[in-house]
């Protein structure tokens, strides 16, 4: 029977919701090593 308290992640892995809470208030909801618009590093991207 799955435990309703946790969410499984990865294979044998799984976080509570506070434990997701936590991670999701880090999300900054975009990358900051590389920016996806810039159109110097999707040309890049497309010519490797």
Known sequence: ???PTYKKVC???ALAK???ATV???DLGHSEIVDHN???FV???INM
Request: zero cysteines.
């Open 1 to 3: 029977m799955s435990n």
């Open 11 to 13: 294979e044998g892995i």
């Open 18 to 20: 506070e434990e997701m």
């Open 24 to 26: 999701a208030a880090k």
């Open 38 to 40: 810039d159109p110097n």
């Open 43 to 45: 040309n890049f991207v």
